[in-house]
């Protein structure tokens, strides 16, 4: 049954990967939404997803919808660096090029890596973005200005580390990686103890979109959503507790180090994030066993 508040048509990008494919699972019910996915991660493409590329859609095709849901793009540092020029097309030309045909509201995935510079402290969505350090960051910067000062109708979601159950789970991530090397090795290995990360909760993160689809903002806005914050070694020594595996420190790495307020978007929709890791740590070890 369509949910009453959101008769409007969404079109879902990235609909085979992390966040959409839990996305859909949970909500494919509730909305009227066509999903496509271009496979650039996976070629397992899951049921009623189309494989299309959204930057190959023509205008008429676009404007058949009033929101895009925009979950899609190179999504990680290291799947960037290996592709500058494919990286800087998908998350950023690809996305302007769509916005200057698509006339409604688009909802898209941005990161909390743009705080690069903040040496952990907490960012809200006033703080002062620094100066990227690689391809990945330049582009999700660039996304949110250009959609700023061409006065877009956008919402942005500057995610902390995503981690919890999916389909397509991507395992290399801070929670998932630590959970299933514990219950596959009974090793944990820990780089960059102190290094501090603000963590979304994959289930708060599926709750804050279905909030954004029931009561879309009527400005543009920018929000911040992560459930915790934690350094690297506090994580580590939780999932030792609950799976009783041993840590095993790596040599210290090049790393992101910053925590996240989700006041703004708590506020705006009366949200309580999930605060126990713990929580988090129990989906995983259900979801992998």
């Not at 909305?31 to 008429?60: G, V």
């Not at 840590?247 to 910053?258: C, G, V, W």
């Not at 989700?262 to 705006?268: A, P, R, Y």
Request: glycine letters at 4%; proline letters at 3%; charged letters at 20%.
């Amino acid at each position: 049954m369509i949910n009453k508040y959101t008769t409007q048509k969404i079109l879902l990008v990235g609909a085979n990967g992390y966040i959409g494919c839990r996305f859909l699972e949970r909500c494919k019910d509730k909305y009227n939404i066509y999903s496509i996915d271009n496979l650039l991660k996976k070629n397992d493409l899951l049921p009623n997803i189309n494989q299309i590329d959204y930057r190959e859609m023509k205008i008429n095709e676009i404007n058949e919808f009033d929101i895009c849901l925009w979950l899609a793009g190179h999504s990680s540092v290291p799947q960037s660096l290996a592709d500058p020029e494919g990286c800087y097309d998908n998350n950023y030309s690809g996305l302007v090029n769509f916005m200057n045909m698509f006339k409604g509201k688009i909802i898209y995935a941005s990161s909390a890596s743009v705080y690069t510079s903040i040496a952990g402290a907490i960012c809200d969505e006033d703080t002062t973005v620094g100066m990227p350090i690689n391809i990945y960051d330049y582009t999700k910067i660039s996304i949110d200005n250009y959609m700023s000062i061409m006065n877009k109708d956008f919402v942005s979601l500057r995610f902390g580390t995503v981690d919890g159950g999916s389909k397509h789970i991507r395992e290399e991530l801070l929670l998932n990686k630590m959970v299933k090397d514990a219950l596959n090795e009974n090793k944990i290995y820990l780089a960059n103890p102190k290094a501090n990360r603000g963590v979304l909760f994959i289930e708060d993160l599926v709750d804050a979109i279905e909030l954004l689809l029931n009561s879309p903002p009527k400005l543009p806005q920018i929000y911040n959503l992560s459930s915790i914050n934690a350094n690297m070694e506090t994580l580590a020594n939780i999932v030792k507790k609950k799976t009783k595996a041993t840590i095993h420190e790596l040599d210290h790495s090049s790393k992101y180090n910053f925590q996240m307020s989700s006041n703004k978007f708590s506020n705006d929709y009366n949200y309580h994030f999930t605060d126990d890791v713990e929580v988090i740590i129990d989906n995983l070890i259900k979801f992998y066993t």
